[in-house]
């Protein structure tokens, strides 16, 4: 079943909303590719997307939270943390195992469902509090 984007889903920032539609895209193109039984051969681009993409958005989610000095940021920034940790032990254990169906399940539920969690409950704390500064 594909990542579905929806407007609820929207923290009100631009950047930061884009980002997410186009994690979002990448996720459900990923799926697509396991559909076609491409997965395994397309586990190595997307993983090197996420630690791009991760780095990159993380990046510009917490300096839009720092500069409207968003509560929760120091927290926020702690799960993110952990959410790269997490990215950097698949990719690890993808330069020693190489891929496999195993960690293309991974990709799929724990990196997806852990995206769209995140997007849903703490991203969303952060559309609650630009939207309360309005």
């Not at 407007?7 to 697509?32: A, C, P, R, W, Y």
């Not at 997307?49 to 939270?65: G, M, P, S």
């Not at 720092?66 to 943390?81: Q, T, W």
């Amino acid at each position: 079943m594909p990542f579905t984007w929806l407007d609820s889903l929207s923290v009100g920032n631009e950047t930061i909303d884009e980002q997410h539609k186009e994690l979002i895209k990448k996720m459900n193109d990923f799926m697509d590719a396991c559909k076609s039984n491409k997965a395994i051969h397309e586990l190595e681009t997307s993983l090197n997307f996420l630690v791009d993409y991760t780095a990159k958005h993380f990046t510009a989610e917490e300096a839009i939270q720092l500069k409207h000095a968003y509560p929760g940021r120091v927290e926020h920034k702690k799960i993110h943390e952990g959410f790269k940790t997490k990215v950097k032990e698949i990719v690890d254990k993808f330069k020693k195992e190489g891929p496999t169906s195993a960690m293309v399940s991974t990709f799929n539920f724990e990196v997806g469902n852990w995206v769209m969690d995140h997007i849903a409950k703490e991203d969303k704390k952060v559309g609650d509090f630009f939207r309360s500064q309005k």
